[in-house]
């Protein structure tokens, strides 16, 4: 019991620690002149005076709430959507469908974006395809429109993910009772399984309209060079503006994205207070049967394969296209420039060569150490409702707000600064850190919603029996979660290989990771290699799922 | 001792004799330069941050390495911005940081000197370089790289290319549906590199605000990195573009045949990369020998022919390096001199001024 308590305890804290460290850090930054660590800086609020006069800012604010709202939009209905026809219906070809779904989740948004120019750019090739049937070119990449549909796209994935895994854990028995009374399949969907999955709904809602302020590498590639901005990519310019870097102004920006997000962490605590309708893995047996679409049947495939096509095969092909040829553009015949000059160069390099291997490793074991963390974390604050319980809510949802790049920034300060810490830069596990705090919400998400669907009767079952709290956590709760872990490396494992701007900061010889190098490379210019690296990048996550699907790991269940 | 043990302590002697005449003191340098070798040797590392791709710079790291085996280079490749966090984050928190910082960014490299974060290092190898390529000894010009403008050769015919800054003002006036939101240069608000170029730019010649409004009512499209530039004229999306590092155009130009590059004939001005050797350096003795290395003939050959980078000597025949660019363009070249005028515009208020001369003048009509 006390062992048990002074673990909590310890894991609460240093949660806390790691979590509050770069924030507070970065707090205290926005408050002053110049970097924190120079000799003569003063306190005042000279950068928010700076960021507040700045036209800028409320344009990239505009925008910003713009994408978010969009997104929220387009994600949620269709991620609803998508999630019910594949848990629910018997849609033709689901294995597959339930694969290509997952594809957006583990392509970072920058080559997504790249992918997009090369094949729907003015010149890009479906472009100059289309543009002798359609005359002009109805659509342009570059216009915010864009950009929201593309973010919203992209983002179905998530609320997908969230309401599929609350869908497959509710018995089927209400709806098919539905069916029996003469309801259709849309009304079954619309009055029957909606209201069940409401709350799963509601709180991815909240998760993408947040992730929609902190976006920043779709907009950099398609909306920059046109001068839309967003919050996150207005930080980045703030960067270079006065010349030499001005942390001052980047962190009083994050500041306010954080004054953004921070009410939306309210939002979700309390939708999170209707969890207990989530418990549904409890001491009985809930059937599940498959729902009958009939004719629908193809309608709804077509739906879902229009959306395939544009959230991934269009920026998929593109960024493969790019990887295989030496130049490209409007009447350049493509076959002349095919090349796999581009793949030999990459493996000629030492550093990219340590890249790649470094990727596997952060996505495998630094994944798996990260899903134990998360676990760790998540049964802290299982069935309690104390205060501490409240200090884990909060706090694992904050790193979010941090747009990567500063996070990266941050954690390089915090490596820096804190004695003790310095031996530890150069290694892998400064990388790791940084991921795992960044991706905290994420992943607590992941973890939490299999916690929740175990029944505190099992739970409290075993404690009337006499186990003590650990032992419960140990023989009840951790076995029962066990494949929801699983499938959690699997889904972190994706997005650590796919994470682009946190280590950026953290970058050394040895400490290479094929994001952070995608960065480095696309700003010195490197377009051949960022193609052919992505593609590899994206061929080592699909192998990586590819394994994990084959030894059975179930990514909803 | 046995007779195999004594063997391999001859063939470990005649090993170290052999690291020693390889590091030997090159020609023309000063005798006392074996205590520097020695004292590198002890150190035995070197750790640069630099903002050129390793994948360029390899073969000068591995000719070094086979003339000083003893000091194993630790090479950081970095954009300007994170070298120059990394670097005063890395000096105020006592860390480990670079022994040489080599950056395009001339004005921060050139602050950090001002700032005091620069030893004085007199390099056997000065009386190689032009004048204007060093400053205080503690900041040394190491390239030669011409500001270009670059366009599209399929699309744009050979007769439209303009030669100096008055054709291709004249060009954008007088094709402006073909340019029409096609032409293309740095967003100066986010590039740091792309605003030194136009500050330099408008110091040598006020007719840059003239040309800013064309651009502007031309729907110039403003990006941060050279390559998403090159890759768009290269596409056709774009057709030319303005003030461009002429180096990375030059190399992407040899293997993309989409891509014509000039360099203006009334001037054309020419950016350097500066190293400079830290205070702070833990192995300041390899950084000297890297410095050298790096400004020697033997050095500077292999940057121009292998990392595509224009040699600043004058003794080097380069296509595109100073004696031959000189040669060709005479005057017009326009060196950026390594010193405090690059200071000016890291001045918060002036550097707000221009940006905000530049947006007006660019503003999209």
Redesign the interface.
């Not at chain 1, 480095?520 to 377009?527: D, F, K, M, P, Q």
């Given at each position: 019991m006390r062992t048990a308590a002074l673990s909590r305890g310890a894991v609460i804290s240093l949660t806390a620690l790691t979590v509050f460290t770069p924030i507070v850090l970065i707090f205290y930054q926005s408050l002053l002149n110049a970097?924190f660590?120079?000799p003569n800086t003063q306190l005042g609020l000279d950068a928010y005076r700076f960021v507040f006069d700045d036209p800028d800012f409320y344009q990239a604010f505009g925008n910003s709430l713009m994408i978010a709202t969009g997104m929220l939009c387009i994600a949620v209905p269709m991620g609803g959507a998508l999630a019910f026809l594949l848990a629910r219906t018997d849609l033709p070809g689901k294995r597959w469908i339930e694969l290509a779904v997952l594809v957006p989740v583990f392509i970072s948004p920058m080559v997504l974006a790249f992918g997009y120019v090369v094949a729907a750019?003015?010149?890009g090739f479906f472009t100059v395809w289309l543009r002798p049937l359609l005359g002009e070119t109805p659509w342009n990449v570059y216009s915010m429109t864009s950009i929201a549909l593309i973010a919203g796209l992209t983002h179905v994935p998530h609320v997908f993910l969230y309401s599929s895994s609350a869908l497959r854990n509710l018995g089927s028995d209400v709806e098919e009772a539905a069916r029996i009374s003469g309801a259709n399949p849309l009304q079954v969907a619309l009055n029957v399984s909606l209201p069940m999955v409401s709350p799963a709904l509601l709180y991815s809602g909240v998760l993408v309209f947040f992730l929609g302020f902190e976006i920043f590498g779709l907009p950099l590639v398609l909306g920059?060079?046109?001068?839309h901005l967003v919050l996150a990519t207005y930080l980045?310019?703030l960067?270079?503006?006065?010349?030499?870097?001005s942390y001052h102004l980047m962190a009083a920006v994050a500041v306010c994205i954080i004054a953004v997000t921070f009410p939306l962490v309210l939002l979700q605590r309390y939708l999170l207070k209707a969890a207990s309708r989530f418990v549904t893995v409890k001491g009985k047996a809930a059937r599940q049967k498959q729902l009958p679409l009939g004719p629908w049947k193809w309608l709804a495939l077509a739906l879902v394969l229009l959306w395939l096509w544009l959230t991934v095969l269009v920026p998929l092909s593109g960024i493969v296209l790019r990887a295989f040829v030496?130049?490209?553009?409007?009447?350049?015949n493509l076959l002349d420039t095919l090349t796999l000059a581009h793949f030999r160069?990459i493996f000629e390099?030492p550093?990219l060569v340590r890249a790649l291997i470094n990727s596997v490793l952060i996505g495998v074991v630094g994944g798996a150490l990260a899903v134990l963390a998360y676990t760790a974390i998540g049964l802290a604050g299982h069935r309690r409702q104390d205060a501490l319980s409240k200090v884990i809510d909060y706090s694992v949802l904050v790193p979010r707000a941090v747009p990567g790049l500063l996070a990266g920034?941050a954690f390089?300060?915090v490596f820096?600064?804190v004695p003790g810490l310095?031996g530890l830069?150069d290694t892998m596990v400064s990388i790791w850190l940084a991921y795992t705090v960044v991706w905290l919400a994420y992943g607590m998400r992941l973890i939490s919603s299999a916690l929740l669907q175990v029944g505190p009767e099992l739970e409290e079952a075993a404690r009337v029996t006499g186990a003590s709290e650990s032992r419960t956590r140990r023989d009840v709760t951790l076995p029962l979660v066990r494949f929801g872990m699983l499938a959690s490396w699997v889904l972190i494992f994706m997005i650590f290989e796919r994470e682009y701007s946190t280590g950026?900061?953290l970058?050394?010889?040895g400490t290479e990771v094929i994001g952070a190098l995608l960065v480095?490379?696309?700003?010195?210019?490197?377009?051949d290699?960022v193609a052919a690296l992505s593609v590899i990048n994206i061929s080592l996550v699909a192998a990586g799922l590819a394994i994990a699907l084959r030894f059975g790991v179930k990514l909803h269940d | 001792m046995t007779g195999k043990q004594r063997n391999t302590l001859w063939m470990v002697a005649g090993l170290s004799c052999a690291s020693l005449t390889l590091a030997a003191v090159p020609a023309g340098y000063p005798t006392g330069y074996q205590a520097t070798i020695d004292a590198a040797s002890k150190e035995g590392k070197l750790v640069i941050y630099a903002?050129t791709?390793?994948?360029l710079v390899?073969p000068l790291v591995n000719d070094f390495q086979a003339l000083y085996p003893a000091v194993k280079i630790?090479?950081?490749?970095?954009?300007s911005?994170?070298l120059?966090?990394?670097f005063?984050?890395?000096v105020?928190?006592n860390?480990g940081s670079a022994d040489v910082l080599w950056s395009s960014a001339m004005?921060?490299q050139v602050?950090l000197a001002n700032d005091g974060y620069a030893q004085a290092y007199d390099s056997p190898e000065m009386k190689n370089l032009p004048d204007w390529a060093n400053w205080r000894k503690e900041v040394y010009g190491t390239t030669f790289e011409p500001i270009t403008i670059v366009y599209n050769k399929?699309l744009v015919a050979a007769n439209e290319v303009p030669q100096t800054h008055a054709d291709f003002i004249n060009l954008l006036k007088t094709n402006p549906t073909k340019y029409q939101g096609k032409v293309?240069t740095y967003?100066v608000?986010?590039?740091?590199a792309g605003?030194l170029f136009l500050s330099q730019d408008a110091k040598q010649n006020p007719g840059v605000w003239d040309l800013a409004k064309t651009l502007g009512e031309r729907g110039v499209?403003?990006?941060?990195?050279?390559?998403?530039m090159?890759?768009r004229i290269?596409?056709?999306?774009n057709l030319i573009g303005y003030n461009i590092l002429g180096s990375?155009a030059l190399a992407?130009a040899q293997?993309?045949?989409?891509i014509g590059v000039v360099m203006p004939k009334d001037y054309t001005l020419v950016i350097s990369r500066l190293a400079m050797i830290p205070k702070s350096a833990k192995h300041p003795n390899a950084a000297r020998l890297w410095m050298d290395y790096l400004l020697s003939k033997r050095g500077q050959t292999l940057l121009s022919e292998k990392a595509e980078l224009p040699s600043v000597r004058k003794d080097i025949e380069d296509e595109h390096g100073s004696a031959h660019l000189r040669a060709q363009l005479g005057s017009a070249i326009k060196p950026v001199a390594v010193g405090p005028g690059l200071l000016t515009?890291?001045d918060?208020a002036k550097?707000?001024a221009f940006?905000k001369q530049w947006r007006e003048a660019t503003v999209r009509k």
């Open positions: 970097p660590f120079m750019g003015p010149v920059d060079p046109e001068g980045y310019k960067t270079n503006k006065l010349g030499t870097p030496s130049y490209w553009g409007e009447g350049v160069e390099q550093s920034l390089l300060w820096l600064f310095s830069r950026v900061y970058l050394t010889p480095s490379l696309w700003a010195a210019g490197s377009i290699q | 903002t791709d390793l994948k390899q630790e090479y950081n490749d970095v954009n911005t994170e120059y966090n990394r005063i984050s890395e105020a928190a860390a004005d921060m602050k399929r293309t967003d608000e986010k590039s740091g605003f499209r403003l990006q941060s990195s050279t390559g998403t090159l890759e290269s596409t056709g999306e990375y992407r293997k993309d045949p989409q515009y890291l918060q550097r707000l940006l």
